[in-house]
């Protein structure tokens, strides 16, 4: 089973939005693309995720531009590989 979740990170330029898609059964980012609005299957596993994200990098750093912040994301997801 695949769950997925949207959020945001902030940076002066305005947000950049983040969904990813994460297997239920490894706990393994799988991808990282937009999904469709209104499906309300359980996303627990996500929210885990954007929590644990929010905590360890975001909460951490201010990013001054998009990419900035597009790096951080990616090195932080490629770390969890």
Do not use: H, Q
Not at 43 to 53: G, I, Q
């Amino acid at each position: 089973m695949w769950v997925a979740d949207i959020t945001y990170v902030p940076t002066p330029a305005g947000f950049l939005y983040l969904s990813v898609v994460i297997d239920a059964y490894s706990r393994r980012v799988v991808g990282w693309s937009m999904g469709s609005v209104g499906d309300c299957y359980d996303n627990a596993l996500c929210e885990s995720f954007f929590a644990s994200l929010e905590c360890e990098l975001i909460d951490r750093k201010r990013f001054a531009t998009r990419y900035e912040a597009r790096r951080a994301l990616f090195k932080y997801y490629r770390g969890l590989l």
